[in-house]
C-alpha cells in the first residue's frame, strides 16, 4: 500500500463542511474522495488534518489517502494536474508527496495557523464577498491588538467553544495571535495554535470585535476566559471570513515525504 500525501485549496462557501454529512450535502471530503475514486477505479477513504466548517476556506488543507498501487504508476506523472479533470474549480490539489506509513494527516499534525479576513468599508466590495467579513463601522486595530495578546499562552477555551463535537477537556495552547491591516480596508487576524475547539477561531474573533464595537476595555478578555461560560463570549464571527493557512508536521516525517 502507497501513502499519499497532498496539500489543498479551496473556498469553502458552497459546501456544507470538510466532513462527510450525507446523501443531501455535498462536503469536501465527499467531492474528493469521489474524483479520487473516479480516477482510480476503486473506493478511496480520505483522512485530512482537521474539519472545516460550512462556508470555511482553505489555502493549505493537508490530506493522505492509502492505495493498493505500485510505485511506478506515479512516476512521470503529474498527479496535481490529473485531479484538475476531476475535481470543480473551487479545489485546487496544488503538490502531493509519497509519504512513510508513519505519516497521518490527521494525528501528525503539531499545530495549526488561521487566518481572518474582514473588509472595513462604509461599502462592501464585490470581490472579497465570498473571501471576508464586511464591517462597515471603522474598527479601532490597536484595541483589537491589545485583545489579542490576552489569548496567548495555554488556557481552558471553554468559553470559545460551539456545542456540537464533544473533546475530553478544553484546554488549549496559543502560540501567536495578532491583527495586521493588509490594505486600507482589509485586517487580517492570524492565531497559531497546537489545536483549536469547534469554531473557536470565529468565536475568538467575534468576541474581540464585541468589546471593540462596546468599548470594553481589551483585558476583558482574560475575564471571559476564565469563567469557562460561552454565553459570556462574543458570537461567532461569519465564516466567509476564515481559512486554514497552515499545517505543521515534525520535520523528520516532512523530510521523508517524497514529492510527486
Not at 493549505?60 to 475535481?87: G, N, T
Not at 462597515?136 to 456545542?163: C, M, N, V, Y
Not at 476564565?226 to 523530510?255: E, H, N, T
Amino acid at each position: 500500500m502507497l501513502r499519499i500525501r497532498f496539500l489543498v485549496s479551496y473556498d469553502g462557501t458552497d459546501y456544507c463542511g470538510w466532513q462527510r454529512q450525507g446523501h443531501d450535502l455535498t462536503s469536501l471530503q465527499q467531492t474528493i474522495e469521489d474524483a479520487l475514486s473516479k480516477m482510480f477505479s476503486r473506493k478511496i477513504t480520505l483522512f485530512a488534518s482537521g474539519r472545516t466548517d460550512s462556508g470555511v476556506h482553505a489555502l493549505a488543507q493537508v490530506c493522505h489517502f492509502d492505495i493498493d498501487l505500485p510505485e511506478s504508476r506515479f512516476e512521470k506523472w503529474d498527479f496535481c494536474w490529473a485531479m484538475r479533470a476531476v475535481l470543480p474549480p473551487s479545489i485546487v490539489v496544488k503538490k502531493a508527496w509519497l509519504a512513510p506509513k508513519d505519516f497521518h494527516s490527521t494525528l501528525s499534525a503539531t499545530h495549526k495557523t488561521y487566518r481572518y479576513f474582514i473588509y472595513n468599508s462604509p461599502r462592501p466590495n464585490p470581490f472579497w464577498r465570498r473571501t471576508s467579513h464586511w464591517l462597515r463601522h471603522p474598527l479601532d486595530l490597536e484595541h483589537l491588538r491589545a485583545s489579542s495578546q490576552f489569548i496567548l499562552g495555554k488556557h481552558d477555551f471553554k468559553s470559545f467553544q460551539t456545542a456540537g463535537t464533544p473533546v475530553r477537556d478544553t484546554v488549549r495552547e496559543i502560540y501567536e495571535a495578532r491583527w495586521d491591516r493588509r490594505s486600507k480596508n482589509l485586517l487580517q487576524f492570524t492565531v497559531t495554535g497546537q489545536g483549536f475547539l469547534k469554531q473557536m477561531v470565529r468565536n475568538l474573533v467575534g468576541t474581540q470585535l464585541m468589546l471593540e464595537k462596546d468599548g470594553r476595555d481589551p483585558s476583558e478578555m482574560t475575564r471571559i476566559i476564565q469563567v469557562c461560560d460561552r454565553r459570556q463570549a462574543g458570537p461567532s464571527a461569519p465564516p466567509q471570513g476564515l481559512f486554514l493557512w497552515r499545517v505543521y508536521y515534525p520535520s523528520d516525517l516532512d523530510k521523508r515525504c517524497r514529492p510527486l
